[in-house]
């Protein structure tokens, strides 16, 4: 992903790009923090490339505003951190099954996920064979099924990993479900477990340095969540998980995703618009031409429902949304010109477009809109 700085950022030439508030990401650190504990750490996650703002940048951005753990999904995203010289924490949340993937975790000094016995049986025979100690974090499910042994069987997981020689345990942890949901029926379930498999930790005498379970929804929802530590996302990048966490803590959005008026054309009433002429045009209309499309992250489903923002104005969109090009119905706006920003998502004047009302319009979610924003559009 190419990252511009504001003085290298040359306006008159750039098709399309996405602003990286970092001012605005400091913000969102600074209030994560005021709502935890004070002994409660932040692990701020940053995998798929920190979705969508680029990860380098922003792991820097968030050490420097008091993030005290970076996580990631895989073992290249890891690699790319240590060799852009971070040098905090760094936890991979993805499962590793292989010598030649624990041999590159030792290289690049992080912390991988052990989700089973299998896995930890894995790490033993190489690490025995390197000669090589490693701290890991243990994973178990508390009602997610996807990664980590269940839950009632924590003591003997855990026991088999820690009279390993060559493992040290860093921390358990599990993963919410549904702690963005109304209803917290799943939620406590969720924790129950946890505080149970906690409990027979304790009373077979195995202490662990560190336990966490929350990630952005549960952050939001309360401080019985946090433990030793909490994994934020989301709310990293200034949105909400769920609507009724809004009141919870202040966040900022921190991306912005813009482009120009490349083309402006005047048309006769009944001109179709863009392939499959979805749309007609029910008036002598003038449509405007924009340089983004699919290819750069702007879902096609968005066709003929989504607004743009220009000089303070909703704009609506028309036609179906092409690989590289948007139209727009500017019939109301003769003022407009080849040139003019064009705001997608974020603020313009008073008038703002959220990640969110993307995702409520096309029925997915917030995290998926973010991260489907294309390398080709450079981060500023």
Not at 308 to 318: A, E, F, L, N, T
Request: glycine content about 8%; proline content about 4%; overall charge neutral.
């Amino acid at each position: 992903m190419k990252i511009v700085t504001n003085e290298d950022f040359n306006s008159l030439t750039q098709r399309a790009w996405v602003e990286i508030d970092y001012q605005a990401l400091a913000h969102n650190v600074s209030s994560l923090k005021r709502i935890l504990a004070p002994e409660t750490k932040l692990m701020t996650v940053i995998k798929a490339d920190a979705y969508g703002h680029g990860a380098i940048t922003v792991a820097k951005a968030v050490l420097d505003s008091g993030a005290d753990y970076l996580a990631i999904a895989t073992l290249s995203e890891g690699i790319d951190l240590r060799k852009a010289g971070i040098n905090a924490p760094i936890m991979i949340l993805g499962a590793i099954n292989t010598p030649d993937e624990i041999k590159e975790i030792i290289r690049w000094n992080l912390e991988p996920t052990i989700c089973n016995s299998e896995q930890g049986a894995i790490f033993a025979r190489t690490l025995a064979d390197l000669g090589q100690r490693l701290s890991v974090h243990l994973k178990i499910d508390t009602g997610m099924s996807r990664l980590g042994t269940l839950w009632h069987e924590t003591v003997t997981f855990v026991k088999e990993i820690k009279y390993c020689p060559y493992l040290s345990i860093k921390s358990l942890y599990s993963h919410l479900a549904t702690a963005d949901d109304l209803d917290p029926t799943v939620i406590n379930l969720q924790h129950e477990r946890f505080k149970e498999a906690i409990r027979e930790l304790k009373a077979h005498g195995i202490h662990i340095p560190m336990v966490h379970l929350a990630n952005s929804a549960g952050t939001m929802v309360g401080q019985e969540f946090h433990y030793d530590m909490v994994r934020v996302g989301l709310g990293l990048y200034g949105l909400y998980p769920a609507p009724h966490l809004r009141d919870k803590v202040s966040l900022k959005p921190v991306m912005a995703v813009k482009t120009r008026i490349t083309h402006i054309k005047e048309v006769p009433v009944g001109t179709g618009v863009s392939y499959g002429h979805s749309f007609k045009c029910d008036r002598p209309s003038t449509i405007a031409v924009i340089g983004i499309g699919y290819a750069d992250g702007v879902p096609r489903l968005l066709s003929n429902k989504m607004k743009v923002i220009i000089r303070g104005k909703y704009i609506p969109q028309i036609g179906n949304i092409t690989m590289d090009q948007i139209m727009l119905d500017i019939t109301d706006f003769p003022d407009l010109k080849v040139g003019d920003i064009v705001t997608l998502i974020g603020q313009n004047s008073d008038l703002t477009i959220s990640a969110d009302d993307w995702a409520n319009i096309i029925g997915t979610i917030s995290w998926e809109i973010l991260c489907g924003f294309k390398h080709r559009l450079p981060r500023i």
